[in-house]
């Protein structure tokens, strides 16, 4: 029995006699389709443990996490230096979420963010992403007096309602209306963000500087440019930085990397959990904080039951501890500028391989059709079934040949994500460069069990419309 816990309760126990049940458990009472897909794309492993920026399964084999829980293990798996933070919270027994004092550790994990965000001045803590732009958004639509929110075609904010609604991506969006009354522009449409703006009743643009689906930076002058249309026109910048923030792409925030460019709301989540304990902040502009909280009758009008605990924060300030004295910001600039420019020379020697891009450890692979006619006529194939499938058949075989872990950068796009730990370095970026060439190799031999695999993809895709 584990000490302090209730009487016969052992999670060790439990999860020795029952862990071997994880799929068949998942298939009945969660998201059934979870482990359908998972069985389909042969990507039904059993990790045993996990660390850094590797997973081991029962038989010892090492697997390479270029995914990092879609960003949120920025540090990779168990950090030390969190793991530790969060037996001391823990041993401290603090009076937490009494509702009615003021707990140090808030107060100290938003002092130490907003150093690394000197035009900011407070911070709401929530417990997520898509929980900071819902705050984003309820803040700038009370600050400003509008009802309007503009954002970007293809962007992704989050999944509850509000944030669905400014969400780019309709298959996210189909079945869920009617939603918040919010307009999309393209991606660096100054003209489009004029226009809306001569309307009169936009609070905000909510724009993620460089875009998770398909990874698509804002063009050079975007940030700064719509920055000083929205302040002509009394409305806000929002940057949602949740998975570009704290260091993703080789600055603490990706809109740095644009000058000038000083957002009047931004969201930040995932890395700052240090991978243990939801977390999601707001950080804003004295003057929009003071109009949401405007007298003491209103001290509660946005809150979060669970926002701001102990154990988040103790997370966040050990993860911006480790950022600073670990150097995790320059050398995620440095091995991502190695990664990307190894990738890129391979662009050249592969006629299926279109473009490589990005900033720091946030880089997308691109595939196009091919000019040789055999190619032409098999990628032909897979795009009349289902676009994306060419993806899809470069991810499976770098996880079954080469455990390697990665991502289809969005549905119906032939773009692989790469979002590893920031914490990889050389010895991961060659193993990445030598398994992506060999799975190259072998599509562009025209044969074997990749294009194989092809074929199963289009039945299933043909046999799920």
Same mark, same amino acid.
């Given at each position: ?195 809306? %703006?001569? +309307?009169?009743?936009? #609070? $905000? @643009? &909510? ?7 398909? =990874? ?121 500028? %190695?990664? +990307?420019?190894?990738? #890129? $020379? @391979? &662009? ?7 473009? =490589? ?109």
């Amino acid at each position: 029995m584990t000490d302090g816990g209730p009487k016969g309760f052992d999670l060790g126990r439990l999860l020795a006699e029952r862990g071997g049940e994880r799929y068949e458990l998942h298939a009945r009472h969660l998201n059934h389709q979870l482990p359908r897909m998972l069985h389909t794309i042969g990507f039904d492993k059993v990790y045993e443990r996990a660390e850094g920026a590797y997973f081991w399964d029962a038989e010892g084999q090492d697997y390479l996490d270029m995914l990092a829980g879609f960003g949120v293990m920025g540090l990779g798996r168990h950090h030390p230096v969190v793991r530790r933070a969060l037996h001391d919270v823990l041993d401290a027994q603090l009076a937490d979420l009494t509702r009615f004092d003021c707990q140090p550790l808030p107060g100290l994990l938003a002092e130490k963010l907003l150093g690394h965000s000197p035009h900011l001045d407070r911070v709401f803590f929530g417990n997520s992403g898509t929980e900071a732009v819902e705050t984003a958004l309820k803040f700038a639509r009370y600050a400003t007096g509008k009802p309007r929110v503009l954002y970007c075609d293809h962007a992704f904010h989050g999944l509850t309602t509000g944030s669905l609604s400014v969400n780019g991506e309709r298959g996210f969006r189909d079945g869920f209306a009617p939603l918040l009354p919010d307009t999309p522009i393209a991606l660096g449409d100054l003209d489009g963000l004029r226009r809306e %703006l001569k +309307r009169g009743d936009v #609070a $905000a @643009l &909510v724009v993620e500087p460089i875009q998770g689906k398909g =990874v698509h930076a804002a063009p050079p002058g975007f940030l700064y440019e719509a920055q000083e249309l929205l302040h002509r026109h009394k409305a806000l910048l929002i940057a949602d930085e949740v998975q570009t923030g704290l260091g993703r792409t080789g600055d603490f925030y990706a809109y740095q990397h644009e000058e000038g460019v000083e957002p009047d709301l931004v969201c930040v989540a995932k890395a700052l959990s240090g991978g243990y304990v939801p977390v999601g902040a707001t950080l804003g502009k004295e003057w929009i904080f003071r109009e949401v909280y405007s007298s003491m009758d209103r001290v509660l009008v946005h809150s979060a039951s669970f926002g701001s605990n102990a154990q988040a924060m103790a997370a966040g300030l050990a993860v911006l501890a480790v950022m600073e004295d670990e150097e995790i910001v320059a050398g995620a600039r440095r091995t991502g500028d %190695l990664l +990307r420019e190894r990738l #890129a $020379a @391979l &662009v050249d020697r592969y006629e299926l391989l279109h473009e =490589v891009r990005g900033r720091g450890l946030m880089i997308g692979i691109e595939f196009g059709r091919p000019s040789s006619l055999k190619l032409r006529s098999r990628w032909t194939m897979l795009q009349a079934a289902r676009k994306g499938l060419f993806a899809q058949m470069v991810v499976v075989p770098l996880l079954q040949k080469h455990r390697i872990l990665t991502q289809v950068s969005g549905d119906h796009l032939e773009v692989i994500k790469l979002i590893p730990p920031l914490i990889i370095g050389e010895p991961e970026v060659d193993r990445f460069v030598t398994a992506f060439t060999q799975v190259m190799d072998d599509a562009h031999s025209g044969g074997g069990l990749m294009w194989d695999f092809g074929r199963t993809l289009v039945k299933q895709a043909v046999a799920n419309r």
